[in-house]
């Protein structure tokens, strides 16, 4: 998301001749972080100049205006960091050290225009400054947001012990920006009895057609403002919701839902559920993986987002009366988004009433002694038979975006040290353990050191661990666990997502599940055509068919195995790993309308082979293979390029999130507020911190 923005800052401090800026970005890690550090320390002077005399320096007006026009306001919520070239990242660092430089210097000058009375007042009038000189949204969502995260951050700010650079590369896990700090790079203690990893996990049942079903809906996003007819193109991350009067009909939302960035209507959630109710009579469980608030994040509230909660489960339990639904919390169900706090915080600050909220409601189908550990910290486990456990857990604890990661870097490890614990015990009792996460943890907004204790415990018990089961992507994928010595353990199913934001076909997903081991031997996903749908409006009820069943159409070997054998074949012949993309994306009109190149394919393998963003061992092996396949293609054809998997003209897409500029980025489910918050919280974060 910060590509444009920041290789336009690079230009700019070029332009400006700022000495130090480096041409060629070859030097090791530990010479680029010294530039870095001199860099924003040249920068910062220029803003705080201004600020103090109200006069712009020929340099700041430039670079500013530079800064404005090098983007969109919705490419700067569309695009994730590890999507930056080397260059790109080096600027991302810069500015986020030179951004706590400039509140560090104006707020802990002693007797300083910028300190005492009203001072809380010039951090949020600086933080409105920046959104709007950058242009990064609009006024209207601008002055939300900062409102919004004012409270908790500047809790943080005085009540934690990070350093700038630390700041800036918890949230910028890359190479020279990632210093370490030991309360942020803590390892767990893992029993250690298990036996070593010698070979992949390859034992999987055959299916014989009296398996479980398992039903798994994700990312339902329900917009209680949706209007049909209103407009769907705007400035603002969401759209869909005001301004119906006079809008030519291109850019109107349709009855059902909208391809653009758009959330779903509740008609719509409805009908998938009617559907679900009708199509598949025999249901055993339910697994619902977070994201049931919209993404409107600049009008979120206590009220609002409960009774979203509220609405989506009571019509659950009216529609599966007998059906043990298993939910988990995805990180747009707080206010403010994406801010999961410690439990001994204040009130004004804490996350509980969204746990009290949840365990009120989830106890329909949980027993009370989950009561606990849900008003902890949003997370239980469940053994809805002998031999059978769920595992429910608030993976925002990993979230870059959750503002709690920079208190205390240790207190994410209680939950993790939880699960290890429940893992060993299930493993003394013999039973089979699935588990139910939001947040992928191969994702780069997951945090690295979280997502590598995570592997760690996969891997130790890859035996319990049956199935483990996500969402917030809003891909039909999965992802693939390996070991330490590099083989394959354990498979992570991605369910999709009921929402449509943004290109999507709402889907959901039906496991087939072997009923001792508890492994999923298939799976169906089950879509409906939006542009057919709307096409109707609402004189018919959408047409949801079956669009594809993995066994049939890959693999019947769904074992840990099996996928990374899949993975093998797909790197060989590209063909096939295009059609899963097609399922990737649901078969949506604009994905299949732009096609999938190169730089889509690479992206995709490397996406499924990565649980950890900074571990990508496999990917590159992959990658590489790949590599070596379209070039044999191209020699084919005579082409210069992959082949796309529509004759349309291929776009430079990547549902992978790893080498891709596609819009809506690489991954559906970015907060849309990522480049606000974090220049806001970087102005915070610097008001007690010298750098």
Same mark, same amino acid.
Request: net charge negative; glycine share 6%; charged share 20%.
């Given at each position: /998301?910060?590509?444009?923005?920041?290789s336009?800052?690079?230009?700019?401090?070029v332009?400006?001749?700022?000495?130090?800026?480096?041409?060629?970005?070859?030097?090791?890690?530990?010479?680029?972080?010294?530039?870095?550090?001199?860099?924003?320390?040249?920068?910062?002077?220029?803003y705080?100049?201004?600020l103090?005399?109200?006069?712009?320096?020929?340099?700041?007006?430039?670079?500013?205006?530079?800064?404005?026009?090098?983007?969109?306001?919705?490419?700067?919520?569309?695009?994730?960091?590890?999507e930056?070239?080397?260059?790109?990242?080096?600027?991302?660092?810069?500015?986020? +050290?030179?951004?706590?430089?400039?509140?560090?210097?104006?707020? +802990?000058?002693?007797?300083?225009?910028?300190?005492?009375?009203?001072?809380?007042?010039?951090?949020?009038?600086?933080a409105?400054?920046?959104?709007?000189?950058?242009?990064?949204?609009?006024? !209207?969502?601008?002055?939300?947001?900062?409102?919004?995260?004012?409270?908790?951050?500047? $809790?943080?700010?005085?009540?934690?012990?990070?350093?700038?650079?630390?700041?800036?590369?918890?949230? /910028?896990?890359?190479n020279?920006?990632?210093?370490?700090?030991?309360n942020?790079?803590?390892?767990?203690?893992?029993?250690?009895?298990?036996?070593?990893?010698?070979?992949?996990?390859?034992? @999987?049942?055959?299916?014989?057609?009296? !398996?479980?079903?398992? *039903?798994?809906?994700?990312?339902?996003?329900?917009?209680?403002?949706?209007?049909?007819?209103?407009? =769907?193109?705007?400035?603002e991350?969401?759209?869909?919701?005001?301004?119906?009067?006079?809008?030519?009909?291109?850019?109107?939302?349709?009855?059902?839902?909208?391809?653009?960035?758009?959330?779903?209507?509740?008609?719509?959630l409805?009908?998938?559920?009617?559907?679900?109710?009708?199509?598949?009579?025999?249901?055993? $469980?339910?697994?619902?993986?977070?994201?049931?608030?919209?993404?409107?994040?600049?009008?979120?509230?206590?009220?609002?987002?409960?009774?979203?909660?509220?609405?989506?489960?009571?019509?659950?339990?009216?529609?599966?009366?007998?059906?043990?639904?298993?939910?988990?919390?995805?990180?747009?169900?707080?206010?403010?988004?994406?801010?999961? &706090?410690?439990?001994?915080?204040?009130?004004?600050?804490?996350?509980?009433?969204?746990?009290?909220?949840l365990?009120?409601?989830?106890?329909?189908?949980?027993?009370?002694?989950?009561?606990n550990?849900?008003?902890?910290?949003?997370?239980?486990?469940?053994?809805?038979?002998?031999?059978?456990?769920?595992? =429910?857990?608030?993976?925002?604890?990993?979230y870059?975006?959750?503002?709690?990661?920079?208190?205390?870097?240790?207190?994410?490890?209680?939950?993790?040290?939880?699960?290890?614990?429940?893992?060993?015990?299930?493993?003394?009792?013999? !039973?089979?353990?699935? @588990?139910?996460?939001?947040?992928p943890?191969?994702?780069?907004?997951?945090? &690295?050191v979280?997502?590598?204790?995570?592997?760690?415990?996969?891997?130790?018990?890859?035996?319990?661990?049956?199935?483990?089961?996500?969402?917030?992507?809003?891909?039909?994928?999965?992802? *693939?666990?390996?070991?330490?010595?590099?083989?394959?353990?354990?498979?992570?199913?991605?369910?999709? =997502?009921?929402?449509?934001?943004?290109d999507?076909?709402?889907? $959901?997903?039906? $496991?087939?599940?072997?009923d001792?081991? /508890?492994?999923?031997?298939?799976?169906?996903?089950? @879509?409906?055509?939006?542009?057919?749908?709307?096409?109707?409006?609402?004189?018919?009820?959408?047409?949801?068919?079956?669009?594809? !069943?993995?066994?049939?159409?890959?693999?019947?070997?769904?074992?840990?195995?099996?996928?990374?054998? *899949?993975?093998?074949?797909?790197?060989?012949?590209?063909?096939?790993?295009?059609?899963?993309?097609r399922?990737?994306?649901?078969?949506?009109?604009?994905?299949?309308?732009?096609?999938?190149?190169?730089?889509?394919?690479?992206?995709?393998?490397? +996406?499924?082979?990565?649980?950890?963003?900074?571990?990508?061992?496999?990917?590159?092996?992959? +990658?590489?293979?790949?590599?070596?396949?379209?070039?044999n293609?191209?020699?084919?054809?005579?082409?210069?390029?992959?082949?796309?998997?529509?004759?349309?003209?291929? =776009?430079?897409?990547?549902?992978?999130?790893?080498?891709?500029?596609?819009?809506?980025?690489?991954?559906?489910?970015?907060?849309?507020?990522?480049?606000?918050?974090?220049?806001?919280?970087?102005?915070?974060?610097?008001?007690?911190?010298?750098?």
């Open positions: /998301m910060w590509r444009l923005l920041l336009a800052f690079l230009a700019s401090c332009a400006v001749h700022i000495p130090g800026v480096p041409q060629e970005f070859t030097s090791n890690d530990l010479v680029l972080s010294g530039i870095s550090d001199e860099i924003a320390e040249k920068f910062s002077q220029e705080i100049n201004y103090k005399t109200g006069v712009e320096s020929a340099a700041l007006r430039q670079i500013s205006a530079q800064l404005a026009n090098a983007h969109s306001k919705k490419d700067l919520f569309t695009k994730e960091l590890e930056l070239s080397l260059a790109d990242q080096f600027v991302a660092c810069t500015t986020c +050290r030179a951004t706590v430089n400039v509140g560090a210097r104006l707020f +802990r000058e002693e007797n300083g225009e910028f300190t005492g009375e009203g001072a809380d007042d010039k951090i949020k009038s600086i409105l400054d920046v959104c709007l000189r950058l242009q990064l949204q609009t006024s !209207e969502v601008c002055s939300n947001l900062i409102d919004f995260n004012f409270p908790t951050v500047a $809790y943080i700010v005085k009540y934690s012990n990070i350093d700038s650079r630390t700041l800036c590369s918890l949230f /910028m896990e890359f020279f920006c990632n210093v370490k700090n030991a942020y790079n803590w390892t767990l203690e893992i029993d250690s009895d298990g036996e070593a990893v010698t070979a992949p996990k390859s034992e @999987i049942p055959t299916k014989n057609g009296n !398996e479980l079903k398992v *039903l798994h809906i994700t990312d339902l996003h329900y917009d209680p403002l949706y209007t049909p007819g209103s407009l =769907a193109e705007c400035d991350p969401q759209c869909c919701q005001r301004d119906v009067e006079f809008i030519e009909s291109t850019k109107a939302a349709g009855y059902w839902g909208d391809y653009r960035d758009c959330d779903a209507p509740w008609h719509m409805d009908d998938a559920f009617a559907q679900i109710k009708a199509e598949h009579t025999k249901i055993d $469980y339910i697994y619902q993986t977070g994201d049931v608030v919209d993404h409107m994040v600049w009008g979120t509230s206590v009220e609002k987002n409960t009774e979203s909660l509220k609405k989506v489960n009571t019509r659950l339990v009216e529609i599966f009366p007998d059906v043990p639904i298993y939910p988990c919390i995805g990180n747009h169900e707080p206010h403010p988004l994406n801010l999961f &706090s410690p439990g001994d915080v204040p009130d004004g600050v804490n996350t509980r009433w969204l746990y009290e909220q365990y009120e409601q989830w106890s329909t189908w949980l027993p009370a002694d989950t009561k550990t849900i008003l902890e910290g949003g997370y239980y486990t469940v053994s809805p038979r002998v031999g059978f456990r769920v595992i =429910a857990l608030n993976n925002n604890d990993c870059t975006s959750n503002w709690w990661l920079f208190y205390d870097g240790t207190n994410k490890i209680p939950q993790l040290q939880w699960l290890h614990d429940t893992l060993l015990a299930a493993e003394k009792a013999g !039973e089979y353990v699935h @588990i139910l996460t939001h947040i943890t191969g994702d780069s907004t997951c945090w &690295s979280w997502a590598r204790e995570f592997n760690r415990l996969v891997e130790r018990f890859r035996n319990t661990i049956s199935g483990i089961f996500n969402g917030h992507s809003h891909k039909d994928e999965m992802h *693939l666990y390996y070991s330490a010595n590099g083989h394959a353990v354990a498979v992570a199913w991605n369910g999709g =997502a009921l929402t449509t934001y943004s999507r076909n709402p889907n $959901y997903r039906l $496991y087939h599940v072997e001792e081991s /508890m492994q999923v031997v298939d799976h169906e996903t089950w @879509i409906f055509n939006l542009t057919e749908a709307n096409s109707h409006g609402d004189s018919k009820s959408p047409n949801w068919f079956k669009e594809y !069943e993995f066994a049939a159409e890959f693999t019947t070997n769904l074992s840990p195995a099996g996928i990374d054998k *899949l993975l093998e074949e797909m790197a060989e012949n590209p063909n096939k790993l295009r059609t899963l993309w399922y990737i994306v649901t078969s949506a009109d604009p994905k299949l309308n732009a096609g999938c190149d190169r730089a889509c394919l690479l992206g995709v393998i490397c +996406r499924i082979a990565t649980t950890v963003s900074t571990q990508k061992t496999r990917c590159e092996y992959l +990658r590489a293979k790949l590599s070596i396949a379209l070039d293609e191209n020699i084919v054809t005579g082409s210069t390029a992959a082949p796309s998997t529509s004759s349309s003209p291929a =776009a430079t897409t990547s549902e992978g999130g790893d080498t891709s500029t596609e819009k809506p980025g690489g991954n559906g489910a970015v907060s849309k507020s990522i480049s606000l918050n974090f220049l806001f919280v970087a102005v915070l974060f610097a008001v007690l911190y010298n750098v």
